[in-house]
């Protein structure tokens, strides 16, 4: 067992047998425990349950697809999830991270590439990736991020993130007024040294749904055109370690 990087118990969820036993196998002997089920019902009776530490998630799934399974999580859970795209099309995979998927794997897939995505994601939810900047809590006005609890509060009301728009937002109030692109990004939050922009593109998306007072016309992730992105505080002196 690995203590940089320890396993967790993982839900795959995938109808077809001979998918479902590879991956299974394989993160089993990345030392996850591992529970297999074959259709969205299933899914979601599992994560009740018996909550899972992630989710592998396939998108063509029988009865209720991949993407039903993933809203009906997000209600509830902000549980990570790994999605399976079949076709590997652009649109798949930005109607998945869109409807709250932490990360993708196309198919035909690698399985180890694949266990070595879990792993990513897993560390990344439980913080366990060092960070870059203070660690202690952030602030910027009315939005407070306490890193070492892994919550966002905004007017003192807590907001459902996910493990990767936790990360992309305690990034950018540790970097005020600092323009990344989307490729920076991917590499400093993600830590992909390579891999689709788009992903950031859509967790921006989310993140301003969330903190923003209009999303349409937002004041604290802003964009620079021609570049990517940066943090706006709202305060002269609104970001940083609280005091």
């Known amino acids: 067992m690995n203590s940089v990087n320890p396993p967790g118990r993982v839900l795959v969820v995938d109808d077809d047998p001979t998918v479902a036993d590879v991956v ?14 074959a259709d969205g019902p299933a899914a979601l009776r599992a994560a009740v349950d018996d909550p899972p530490d992630l989710v592998v998630l396939d998108l063509m799934l029988p009865g209720m697809d991949g993407l ?20 590997g099309t652009e649109t798949d ?31 990344r939810a439980r913080g366990a990736l ?13 939005l407070a991020v306490d890193v070492s609890a892994h ?23 540790r970097h005020p007024r600092q323009a990344f692109t989307r490729e920076r990004l991917l590499e400093r939050v993600w830590g992909w040294t390579f ?10 998306r989310r993140l301003r749904e969330k903190i923003e007072d209009d999303p349409t016309a937002p004041r604290r992730i802003v964009t620079v055109w021609g570049v990517g992105y940066r943090y706006e505080p709202t305060e002269p002196d609104g970001t940083g370690a609280a005091s």
């Open 130 to 142: 060092t960070p870059t900047g203070p660690v202690g809590p952030l602030r910027d006005g009315d």
């Open 68 to 87: 039903e399974v993933c809203r009906r999580l997000r209600e509830t859970s902000t549980v990570p999830i790994v999605m399976l795209t079949a076709l």
């Open 24 to 37: 299974a196998r394989y993160l089993t002997r990345d030392g996850h425990d591992v529970a297999c089920v």
């Open 151 to 173: 919550e966002v509060a905004l007017r003192g009301e807590l907001l459902s993130l996910t493990s990767r728009e936790f990360d992309l937002l305690a990034f950018l109030l």
């Open 195 to 204: 891999g689709d922009s788009s992903t950031v593109t859509v967790h921006v």
């Open 93 to 123: 995979r930005l109607v998945g991270l869109e409807t709250g998927a932490d990360d993708y794997v196309t198919k035909p897939f690698s399985p180890r590439e694949l266990a070595l995505r879990v792993r990513s994601v897993l560390r």
